[in-house]
């Protein structure tokens, strides 16, 4: 049993319903527990960082947007990003919400042969 | 805070405008995108002003599900231009 | 002060919003269009939300929900929207 996935799912349990009671707890845990478990190779290094990288892009979101606002982009391009290798689909889908959440690049494809393709927006 | 949703008001004009006068289906669904997230957003203001829980539940839900449903119409649009 | 900047939270989401949507009106590709809406209608309202949030402490739970999903659903849609969009345009 993967300790961390189950915490995690726990955590959202928590943040969606916002309610402590001891009915809640227990509800919550026999959500938790009869959820479908897949097994990964992902190592508890993989998501911290991946977390980390979430909490990091929040601020550069907002520094990207002004940047848009302040120095007009209006080129564009795509390119292709290498995945890391051995991911579990669950970091993929983070991976491609942390590149889509700033506002200067968004995934348009991951293809099976391990890259993204990033459309970007640059300045002329 | 009065002034505030005026303000929403006249944005929300540009996205419905944009809606009802573009030919092409992918500008259309961006238009539509655009008006689920910013009328979800004012419910939410009013919600909060009034401090109504139930309007702002509905919000809420209309964030998220709005999303999923122009979701699965993109879907649809791309297989029935495959086809 | 808590005042002055849930309302300064609030502008600058409506700035967002504004300038995130003009591009709408112009001829540009779809995905050069999807950019600037991710700014306006991720970015914008959620500051905008954490605007409300700092002014209206009480109901942090549904505006805390409204964030989160705010920032997943939206990102995943410009993320669907681009890939379907140009899927369309591929074979068109």
């Avoid at chain 1, 845990?29 to 097994?39: D, E, G, Q, T």
């Avoid at chain 2, 655009?34 to 509905?58: N, P």
Wanted: a positive charge; hydrophobic letters at 55%; proline letters at 3%.
């Amino acid at each position: 049993m993967n300790y961390l996935n189950l915490l995690l799912r726990l955590l959202i349990w928590f943040l969606l319903t916002a309610d402590l009671s001891l009915a809640n707890i227990v509800i919550g845990l026999a959500v938790v527990l009869v959820l479908p478990n897949r097994k990964g190779r992902a190592t508890l290094g993989d998501w911290l960082r991946v977390i980390g990288n979430i909490l990091i892009s929040i601020p550069l979101a907002y520094v990207e947007a002004l940047e848009m606002i302040f120095f007009p982009h209006s080129a564009e391009e795509v390119t292709l990003e290498r995945v890391r290798v051995n991911r579990i689909p669950a970091l993929i889908f983070l991976d491609i919400f942390v590149i889509t959440f700033t506002p200067k690049t968004i995934v348009l494809n991951y293809r099976d042969d391990g890259y993204y393709e990033v459309h970007r927006v640059k300045r002329q | 805070m009065t002034v505030v949703l005026m303000l929403m008001l006249a944005v929300l004009l540009i996205p419905i405008y944009v809606g009802a006068r573009d030919q092409d289906v992918w500008q259309r669904m961006l238009a539509f995108c655009s008006i689920a997230t910013k009328t979800s957003i004012m419910i939410l203001v009013i919600a909060v002003i009034r401090s109504d829980w139930a309007i702002g539940v509905v919000g809420v839900l209309i964030l998220s599900l709005g999303n999923a449903a122009l979701m699965l119409l993109a879907h649809i649009l791309r297989r029935l231009n495959e086809l | 002060m808590k005042e002055f900047i849930s309302y300064t939270l609030i502008s600058l989401g409506l700035v967002f919003w504004l300038w995130g949507t003009l591009p709408l009106l112009g001829k540009r590709s779809v995905l050069f269009k999807l950019h600037s809406l991710s700014v306006s209608d991720t970015l914008g309202s959620m500051a905008i939300t954490v605007g409300l949030l700092v002014h209206f402490p009480a109901d942090w739970s549904l505006l805390f929900l409204a964030l989160i999903s705010l920032a997943i659903w939206n990102t995943i849609l410009g993320y669907v929207l681009a890939f379907c969009s140009r899927g369309g345009q591929k074979d068109g």
